[in-house]
């Protein structure tokens, strides 16, 4: 029996190891000739490399109309209207593989209004146990209606003293990533106030990432 036990706990840590990285929430506004997603603040064109599950979706902040067609063969999607009375489309993509698309009214592949998008396995996450790291997470109250407090806990000042680039990712329970927090090692005396009062009500998990593992997550419910 504890053989046993003992390959279930071996095969649970196995599959944790492996674990895919969260899918990716990517915006790409669509203006007046046009594309720009994330970092994106100048140009036509919109080029970028996103991971196999993210979801991009299309946002209209034009005058005019943007109809957006695939350049894939054969077409990744039929060709969507971007107007007043379209303002988003959204697709996720769950195969590797490059996806150019064009504005019919002011762009042509690969020149005007265009972009690519370049999809990529999804590398899975690593992992590293909170006690090896030497330090954890605490965020209280919980339930809260927003108002939250975060706080790192020191389990071991000479390992986590290894360590400098700590992060909190934020998921819903779908899985999508709704925020990204950087924290600062002084987090662990003070706590940091967190507002996350414009998330909708629901359950969420927090991931803390020590120099980009995810160390431990920690599940939070928001409230009206």
């Keep these: ?27 790409i506004l669509v203006g007046d000739n046009f594309y720009r997603g994330p970092g994106v603040t100048t140009g036509d064109s919109d080029i970028r490399t996103i ?43 769950n195969t590797v593989g490059v996806f150019p698309y064009h504005c019919i009214a002011h762009g042509s592949p690969g020149s005007g209004q265009y972009g690519i998008l370049t999809v990529q396995a999804a590398v899975p996450t690593a992992t590293l146990n909170a006690r090896t790291a030497g330090i954890d997470v605490s965020i209280f109250p919980n339930p809260s209606r927003g108002q939250v407090t975060l706080q790192l806990l020191q ?11 700590y992060k909190l990712r934020l998921n819903n ?35 803390l ?4 593992k995810v160390v431990t997550t920690k599940r939070i419910t928001l409230q009206n």
Aim: hydrophobic share 45%; glycine share 4%.
């Design 209 to 212: 990432l020590i120099d980009g």
């Design 155 to 165: 389990l071991n000042q000479k390992a986590s003293a290894n360590y400098a680039n």
């Design 51 to 93: 991971t196999v599950g993210d979801v991009v979706t299309w946002s209209y902040v034009g005058v005019r109309s943007h109809p957006t067609a695939s350049d894939s063969s054969p077409a990744a999607w039929t060709t969507f209207p971007m107007n007043a009375a379209n303002t988003s489309f959204t697709l996720t993509f």
């Design 173 to 207: 329970i779908i899985g999508q990533e709704v925020r990204t927090i950087a924290l600062k090692p002084e987090v662990t005396s003070t706590g940091l106030p967190l507002d996350l009062s414009d998330l909708h009500a629901g359950i969420y998990f927090c991931n």
């Design 1 to 27: 029996m504890k053989h046993f036990t003992r390959c279930v706990l071996l095969l649970s840590m196995l599959a944790l190891s492996l674990a895919p990285a969260v899918a990716a929430n990517i915006t």
